[in-house]
């Protein structure tokens, strides 16, 4: 028995230097954990802020003036502009440049002074549901308080009227399948890729790879397309499920889709291949994958708005590929986006793309010379 144990312990002492021995793997085990604690813990919250509103004000009034100042003074409205033009209200929710718009009527004033019910009307963008359901509660709260200050004879307070486009009816579940569609298709694409080079080095065909008479642009090539069109066709296939099964319309074209999933699969692909090529073997690959995957997912807007982090992690989110990513597929997903609303979120996957892989590129070249 105690010989047996003494074996045992023989073989834990034998895997935790396994595990410890290299320096890399120390680092990676340890401080990535604890920096994205700390990170996490001070950027994700279930709470909505700084909503940008457009308040289109048909009765141009004290009362409405009155209203829309009360708005402005919540803390969590960050901009709140006024116009009386109800297409600047679809160009900019088409736009995703606003979260909502707050329609007051031109009979405003005139029912709250007779003492009616008054009504105002909301419209939503229905692209994040959990948005738009906090927007819905905001300006109740709002509504009734405003009347209570300034009409407290009022019969009932303000009737706020909402409607939420690109999902009328604020089903979680449309936002949260597109949203998985997006991160589960990058995780392969990343993982695939992250362990390509790793693989050759600890398999020791590395060194016959470097002899080969490929060049290091073809090396990237060869190791980006299998898990490129292997991450593609898989996205293609949850995106059927995603319309058959779980019947969320597309309003898009297809061919939209299948640019920006291209390029949105190429940019993470991009990140895999350069993690690869500085890891030594696939522990290392695997670590350092998901010591970036989980900060790019939680930060991507998908768990808290990216306007409610500090602006330290809106900075470091113009180079996270997710975000660009989530963005495109529910705008093309849910509101049909086109060329013009594309392009935006287009061009900064490309710069990353172009940015990561001509550093994995030097890393190969070294490597080979």
Same mark, same amino acid.
């Given at each position: 028995?105690?010989?047996?144990?003494?074996?045992?312990?023989?073989?834990?002492?034998?895997?935790?230097?396994?595990?410890?021995?290299?320096?890399?793997?120390?680092?990676?085990?340890?401080?990535?954990?604890?920096?994205?604690?700390? =990170?996490?813990?001070?950027? &994700?919250?279930?709470?909505?802020?700084? +909503?940008?509103? $457009?308040? %289109?004000?048909?009765?141009? /009034?004290?009362?409405?003036?009155?209203?829309?100042?009360?708005?402005?003074?919540?803390?969590?409205?960050?901009?709140?502009?006024?116009?009386?033009?109800?297409?600047?209200?679809?160009?900019?929710?088409?736009?995703?440049?606003?979260?909502?718009?707050?329609?007051?009527?031109?009979?405003?004033?005139?029912?709250?002074?007779?003492?009616?019910?008054?009504?105002?009307?909301?419209?939503?963008?229905?692209?994040?549901?959990?948005?738009?359901?906090?927007?819905?509660?905001?300006?109740?709260?709002?509504?009734?308080?405003?009347?209570?200050?300034?009409?407290?004879?009022?019969?009932?307070?303000?009737?706020?009227?909402?409607?939420?486009?690109?999902?009328?009816?604020? =089903?979680?579940?449309?936002? &949260?399948?597109?949203?998985?569609?997006? +991160?589960?298709? $990058?995780? %392969?694409?990343?993982?695939? /890729?992250?362990?390509?080079?790793?693989?050759?080095?600890?398999?020791?065909?590395?060194?016959?790879?470097?002899?080969?008479?490929?060049?290091?642009?073809?090396?990237?090539?060869?190791?980006?397309?299998?898990?490129?069109?292997?991450?593609?066709?898989?996205?293609?296939?949850?995106?059927?499920?995603?319309?058959?099964?779980?019947?969320?319309?597309?309003?898009?074209?297809?061919?939209?889709?299948?640019?920006?999933?291209?390029?949105?699969?190429?940019?993470?692909?991009?990140?895999?291949?350069?993690?690869?090529?500085?890891?030594?073997?696939?522990?290392?690959?695997?670590?350092?994958?998901?010591?970036?995957?989980?900060?790019?997912?939680?930060?991507?807007?998908?768990?808290?708005?990216?306007?409610?982090?500090?602006?330290?992690?809106?900075?470091?989110?113009?180079?996270?590929?997710?975000?660009?990513?989530?963005?495109?597929?529910?705008?093309?997903?849910?509101?049909?986006?086109?060329?013009?609303?594309?392009?935006?979120?287009?061009?900064?996957?490309?710069?990353?793309?172009?940015?990561?892989?001509?550093?994995?590129?030097?890393?190969?070249?070294?490597?080979?010379?």
């Amino acid at each position: 028995m105690i010989r047996a144990l003494g074996h045992l312990w023989a073989l834990i002492v034998k895997e935790f230097l396994a595990i410890l021995r290299d320096p890399k793997s120390r680092i990676i085990i340890f401080a990535p954990p604890l920096i994205q604690l700390i =990170i996490f813990a001070n950027t &994700l919250t279930m709470e909505t802020q700084n +909503i940008k509103i $457009l308040a %289109v004000d048909y009765s141009n /009034t004290l009362s409405s003036r009155n209203f829309i100042s009360q708005i402005k003074a919540s803390d969590w409205f960050d901009e709140v502009d006024v116009t009386q033009d109800k297409s600047l209200m679809e160009e900019l929710l088409l736009q995703q440049k606003i979260h909502g718009a707050v329609i007051i009527f031109d009979d405003f004033e005139a029912k709250l002074k007779k003492g009616e019910k008054a009504q105002v009307g909301l419209v939503l963008d229905g692209r994040v549901p959990s948005v738009a359901t906090s927007l819905q509660a905001y300006f109740s709260q709002i509504a009734q308080a405003f009347t209570h200050q300034y009409y407290p004879k009022s019969v009932s307070p303000i009737e706020v009227e909402w409607r939420s486009w690109f999902n009328p009816n604020n =089903i979680y579940q449309w936002y &949260l399948v597109i949203s998985l569609n997006v +991160i589960i298709s $990058l995780v %392969v694409a990343l993982i695939l /890729t992250s362990l390509s080079v790793a693989r050759e080095r600890e398999l020791g065909t590395f060194e016959q790879l470097i002899v080969s008479p490929y060049s290091a642009r073809e090396i990237l090539v060869g190791k980006t397309l299998p898990p490129l069109c292997i991450a593609f066709v898989m996205l293609m296939i949850m995106t059927l499920i995603a319309v058959g099964w779980f019947g969320i319309p597309f309003q898009g074209k297809i061919w939209y889709l299948m640019l920006v999933a291209f390029v949105g699969l190429l940019s993470f692909i991009a990140v895999g291949i350069f993690i690869s090529s500085i890891c030594r073997n696939q522990q290392q690959a695997i670590l350092g994958a998901f010591s970036f995957m989980m900060p790019a997912i939680l930060l991507s807007g998908f768990v808290s708005p990216i306007a409610d982090m500090p602006k330290v992690f809106q900075v470091i989110n113009y180079v996270n590929p997710i975000r660009y990513f989530l963005e495109l597929a529910l705008g093309v997903f849910l509101k049909g986006f086109g060329w013009v609303e594309i392009w935006p979120n287009l061009w900064p996957l490309l710069l990353i793309i172009c940015g990561t892989l001509f550093f994995a590129a030097l890393t190969f070249k070294r490597n080979l010379e």
